[in-house]
């Protein structure tokens, strides 16, 4: 089984850069899809962004769009979202989700814990 373990999250200022890991460990994710979400105080979990198994394929929701990134490190079973020019409205929990190239957060049955990101105007 897979567990996942998101870092890198904290408080920036608006526009400002963050980049966050997800470190899988207890086998490997290099034939897996991965994927970003995130959710915030009293709302749904929604997603950021997606990536194929080889880095080959990426889709990123529409209001992280050229301002997010996502990549992988089959070597070092770590997958990362650099985070660019942030929003306050970017505020949330980031967990890491495995095993799927998928825009639905259903979709994913193993799971990362989070990591804050709290940006401030």
């Known amino acids: 089984q897979v567990q996942l373990v998101e870092s890198g999250g904290g408080l920036v200022q608006a526009g400002g850069s963050l980049r966050l890991a997800c470190a899988a460990s207890g086998r490997t994710i290099s034939s897996s899809g991965m994927g970003w979400f995130r959710q915030a105080p009293g709302k749904e979990r929604e997603f950021v962004a997606v990536?194929?198994?080889?880095?080959?394929?990426?889709y990123y929701a529409d209001s992280v769009k050229g301002r997010f990134t996502i990549s992988r490190d089959n070597r070092k079973n770590t997958v990362y979202l650099q985070m660019n020019s942030l929003k306050p409205e970017d505020t949330a929990v980031y967990y890491c989700?495995?095993?799927?190239?998928?825009?639905?957060?259903?979709?994913?049955?193993?799971w990362g814990q989070g990591t804050q990101v709290t940006v401030s105007s």
């Open positions: 990536i194929s198994w080889d880095g080959g394929r990426t």
């Open positions: 989700a495995a095993q799927r190239f998928d825009l639905r957060p259903s979709e994913y049955d193993i």
